[in-house]
C-alpha cells in the first residue's frame, strides 16, 4: 500500500513542475581594465565567498522553507498512522493533495529563484566595491565561451582576456540590489 501512496507523490510532482524556460538571459561577465590575472581571480574568488556565506536564515524564503518542511513531516506523520480500514487510493489522493497544498503554499521555485537573485546581489554589490564593471558578451563570445568547460583554466583565461580589453569597458546597467 506505500508503494501505491509513493507512486501518487512522484506523480503529482512531475505533474507540477515547471517547465524550462523559452528565452536564454544574455550571459554577463565582469571587467576592470589594468588589473592582472592573480587579482582578477582573487577577487572573483573573495566575491564568490561573500554570496556564498551570506547568511540567508532569517529571509522569509528560508523560513517558508522551514515552515514546509514541518508541515509535509506533519503530514508524512499522520499519513503513518491512516485508519487500518481506509482505501488505499482515497488515502494516497488525499495525501498526494495535502502534500501539493503545502508544495503550493512555499512555492518553492519562485522562493529559489529569489534566493539566487539576493546572493547573486552580494557578489554584483563586492565586485562593484572593488572597480569592476558588468558588460554583456557578444553572440560570438557566448559560442566560443560555451564551448569551454565551466571551471577549466583555458575558461578562465578567456574570461579574463575579455574583462581587460578595451571593448568590455563599455558596462551593461546594472539593476539596484535585491534583498
Known amino acids: 500500500m506505500r508503494t501505491l501512496g509513493t507512486l501518487a507523490i512522484v506523480a503529482t510532482m512531475i505533474a507540477t513542475m515547471p517547465l524550462g524556460a523559452a528565452t536564454r538571459k544574455p550571459i554577463e561577465s565582469w571587467s576592470k581594465p589594468g588589473v592582472s590575472f592573480e587579482q582578477y581571480r582573487g577577487d572573483a574568488i573573495a566575491c564568490a565567498e561573500r554570496g ?11 523560513k517558508a522553507f522551514v515552515r514546509g518542511s514541518r508541515e509535509l513531516d506533519d503530514a508524512t506523520q ?3 498512522t491512516a485508519a487500518p480500514n481506509a482505501d488505499p487510493v482515497d488515502d494516497a489522493v488525499r495525501r498526494a493533495n495535502e502534500y501539493e497544498r ?12 529569489h534566493l539566487k537573485t539576493v ?10 566595491e ?10 560570438d563570445q557566448r559560442r566560443r565561451l560555451g564551448k569551454m568547460p565551466i571551471g577549466s583554466p583555458q575558461r578562465r583565461t578567456y ?3 575579455l574583462a581587460t580589453s578595451p571593448a568590455a569597458s563599455k558596462p551593461s546597467p546594472d539593476p539596484a540590489p535585491v534583498r
Open 52 to 62: 556564498y556565506y551570506l547568511d540567508i536564515a532569517q529571509t522569509d524564503d528560508a
Open 130 to 139: 572593488r572597480g569592476y564593471a558588468k558588460f554583456t558578451l557578444t553572440a
Open 119 to 128: 546572493l547573486q546581489s552580494a557578489v554584483d554589490a563586492c565586485l562593484r
Open 102 to 113: 503545502i508544495r503550493r503554499s512555499v512555492a518553492p521555485e519562485r522562493r529559489i529563484e
Open 78 to 80: 499522520s499519513a503513518a
Open 159 to 161: 574570461l579574463y582576456e
